[in-house]
Structure formats: structure tokens, C-alpha cells
């Protein structure tokens, strides 16, 4: 595995974290053909695949090193606020926004649903209101910070700052999610999509006025993302009036 990280190193002119590195130290996972329903990128696949978030969606930091052959990919964070966290690349629609705090995690979870697609995992974001390893919050609110300082870049593009509002929005603990309300009137549709679905996700009450507006007055996909996420509310409101009687 070393040597594969010494080539990508050198072809790519990346530093390869050593928190990554020593996620692979069971070579179980490392074989490109195993009993998972993905498998190991080769150094080629790595690189065309690599190249292309660069190149396409101007996304450097993630390295893709898994894919389920259907065009789908797992990547991890080589560098950035988001260093070590791992996210899925989806061919139909990018979103780059983690799914699990590292590889550990990620190898866990693998080897507990051997027999799942990359999409039925269970996911460590967006987080349950229940979650409480302080370090990891410790180190999400950190990060979510320097992500915030990046937006702040007169130069950065639309699509990566979709991006780092997706990532943003992804691993923003509980006790934040205020932060997340003035994003459902962004003006970017998708933006405005992701913001109702996480607050939907969390069934986050203080929420519920904005969701009005957006399901009135907000763009095709984010009414619809808003309709869903105010039903959850209301599943949420009938639980808490149930608990009272």
C-alpha cells in the first residue's frame, strides 16, 4: 500500500496525510478484488478520476481510492479544513460533502454491511442530535470554520462554493443548525435544496417558518425539498405532543 501512495504522491504531486495512510494497515481492504460490493481503485484509475475533480469540478482536495464500477466512487480528503474525511462522488449529481470522519470509520461501517451498495451504508453525517463525541464536534466546528473563511474568497467559483456549503451544512452539529436557516434563500437552487433537506433530516423546529417560505415562494427543487422536510417537522411536533399527554 505504501508504494501506491509513493506513486500517487509522485504522479500527482500530492502529500498524503499519515492519518490516511495508517487507515490501511489491514490488507484485507486493500485488495482489488474482496467480497465488498466496491473495490480498490489501480494508480491509472486514481489519477483519470483524479485529474477530473480537478480539472471539471475544481474540487483538489479529494482523492478518489474506491469505486463500486458503476461510475460511483468513495474519495478521501488529502488536504483543507476537511483533511481525512471521507465522501462519496456520486456520477449523477457531485456532492462532495463527507459521509464519515475518516477511513476508520469508513472501514468499520464497510466491514459490518459487506453485502451493501455504497449508497445503503449508514453514514456518520449529517450527525443525530443524540451524537456526543466531543472531539469529533470539537474538530467538525473547526472545520466549518475554515470553510467559512474560504468563502470569503472573491474569486472562488460557484461550484466550489456549492461545495463547501454542502460540506458546511453536512457536518454542522445540533446545537448550530440556526447557522443553517439563512441558506434556505440562497440563491443557488441547489444550495437551497441541501439546506431544507438538512434541517428536514434534523426535523428542526425553528426552522419551520422559513420552510413555509421557501415551499411558497422558493425554487422548483427547494419547495419540494422544503414540502418534505416540514412533513418530518410535523411527524416530529405529533411525537413531542404524544409524549406530553
Not at 22 to 32: E, G, L, Q, R, S
Not at 161 to 187: K, V
Amino acid at each position: 500500500m505504501d508504494n501506491l501512495f509513493n506513486q500517487i504522491s509522485t504522479l500527482l504531486n500530492i502529500s498524503i496525510p499519515q492519518e490516511v495512510m495508517n487507515a490501511f494497515d489491514n490488507p484485507i481492504y486493500m485488495k482489488h478484488k474482496n467480497d465488498y460490493l466496491i473495490r480498490l481503485l489501480s494508480i491509472e484509475e486514481v489519477t483519470e478520476m483524479y485529474l477530473y475533480l480537478n480539472e471539471d469540478v475544481n474540487i483538489s482536495e479529494v482523492l478518489p481510492l474506491w469505486t463500486d464500477d458503476s461510475s460511483n466512487y468513495v474519495g478521501v480528503y488529502m488536504f483543507g479544513p476537511q483533511t481525512g474525511k471521507v465522501c462519496f462522488i456520486n456520477h449523477e449529481e457531485i456532492d462532495l460533502s463527507p459521509v464519515y470522519p475518516n477511513v476508520h470509520t469508513f472501514i468499520k461501517i464497510l466491514s459490518e454491511n459487506s453485502e451493501s451498495d455504497w449508497y445503503e451504508l449508514p453514514t456518520h453525517y449529517p450527525l443525530s442530535k443524540e451524537h456526543t463525541d466531543e472531539l469529533q464536534l470539537k474538530q467538525d466546528v473547526q472545520a466549518i470554520k475554515e470553510l467559512k473563511n474560504l468563502l470569503k474568497n472573491p474569486e472562488l467559483d460557484e461550484d466550489k462554493r456549492t461545495q463547501y456549503l454542502f460540506s458546511i451544512m453536512a457536518i454542522t452539529p445540533y446545537t448550530q443548525l440556526d447557522e443553517i436557516i439563512p441558506l434556505l434563500e440562497d440563491s443557488n437552487m441547489w444550495v437551497q435544496e441541501r439546506a431544507a433537506e438538512i434541517l428536514g433530516f434534523h426535523r428542526y423546529l425553528p426552522a419551520k417558518e422559513k420552510l413555509n417560505w421557501v415551499k411558497e415562494h422558493g425554487q422548483y427543487n427547494g419547495k419540494m425539498a422544503a414540502e418534505l422536510a416540514l412533513k418530518r417537522i410535523r411527524m416530529e411536533l405529533k411525537s413531542l405532543n404524544k409524549k406530553k399527554q
